[in-house]
DNA sequence: TTTCGTTATTCTTTTATTAAAATAACACAA
DNA sequence: TTGTGTTATTTTAATAAAAGAATAACGAAA
């Protein structure tokens, strides 16, 4: 039996994590662009698949790659099914430090949260 | 003597800390604002200090407080000097438990960026 | 009771961001 | 050599965010 009289708001910490070398290079946009360019292999069909315009798509990796300075895409044109995209070696490595990275900030992040908030919120 | 060949650039971890419950409620914008009414005394002179307009200012505070469930500032007006705002005692100290958290958030970020990234950037 | 400089609030205008459209280049296959 | 569907790129349109303007209320002090 529960009866609940009083519901208390949950509140949650949500971080955004971004890598900066001069100006802004990598962040949660680009990594779950690369993500979808990894599974669809083209990169019009993932900023179609995250509802997001491909001039936008382009537009995002080509100024991540200036600001790292490599590329992130390796890109082909043309050919029987027009052409295609994918990953980078860097990319890869870069996606799955980013990936790792966030996964470990958050769980801290989680429970520091507990620490700092508990008597406030 | 300092012959530099090849200057490798830096990068770092830039994070941004907010709270949501439900809906985002407090973030670096309003803890910005937050400090600078402690020290302006005024939330009008704390939106020109950061070059804000005041119309967001008073937005951005009143959409946090609706989301918080309290009120962030207490706020006089008329009189002498017009009036002015301070800090409520609830969000002092959710100012203050937010910046110690950012603090140690982004001093783990540090650490283990180098972790996560030294073989990479 | 008039003046003053603020808070409170809404509405309009400007700016910045994002989406959409349009075009060229490409290379394979029919 | 023509058709196809992509990448690459620029330009234009639509949308969202922010700034700015305008107005009322307020209350102490002159």
Known sequence: MCYTFF???KFRPVL???IFGGDKCFGPGVAELLRRVEQEKS???AAISMAMAYSKAWTVIRNSEAELGFKLLIST???KNGGGASLSPEAKRLLAAYDGYC???RSYAAEE???SFS???
């Open 7 to 9: 519901m208390e708001k």
């Open 119 to 121: 008597e406030i919120l």
């Open 43 to 45: 990169l019009r069909a």
């Open 113 to 115: 949260f507990e620490r």
């Open 77 to 79: 044109t043309g050919g």
């Open 103 to 105: 996964a470990k900030l």
């Open 16 to 18: 955004t994590v971004r």
